[in-house]
């Protein structure tokens, strides 16, 4: 008889449905290897992040035609969670923010955006 495989857990716990701020980086290309360590999902952003109630957890996409062009998703359980969060961390929010500033040639908040139920 055959072993039944066990499903392995994921490293990232997959999203519930919440409040999503998605942000788009052009990265500067001998910078990419410091931008993933630090945007990725166990890097210094998720670890600031998760010092609040709310969050869930951070995602980041390269895009597959311009290796230097990322998009971070994080995922918190409502606007209002996120809110607080910079409100409470404001400090160490714009402290992370400075030090990165030099590994991208560009950055912007695309938006922030809510699921929508259509069942």
Do not use: N
């Amino acid at each position: 008889m055959q072993p039944v495989p066990v499903p392995r857990p994921r490293s990232t716990p997959a999203p519930r449905r919440g409040h999503v701020c998605a942000w788009e980086f052009v990265v500067r290309p001998a910078c990419v290897a410091e931008f993933e360590r630090i945007y990725g999902s166990s890097g210094e952003w998720a670890a600031l992040f998760r010092r609040a109630p709310g969050y869930q957890c951070s995602e980041l996409h390269r895009d597959r035609t311009q290796p230097t062009r990322f998009l971070t998703l994080d995922f918190w359980d409502s606007r209002e969670a996120c809110d607080r969060f910079r409100r409470t961390h404001a400090e160490d929010y714009a402290a992370l923010d400075a030090r990165c500033e030099a590994l991208t040639e560009r950055e912007r908040e695309i938006g922030r955006f809510e699921p929508v139920d259509l069942g």
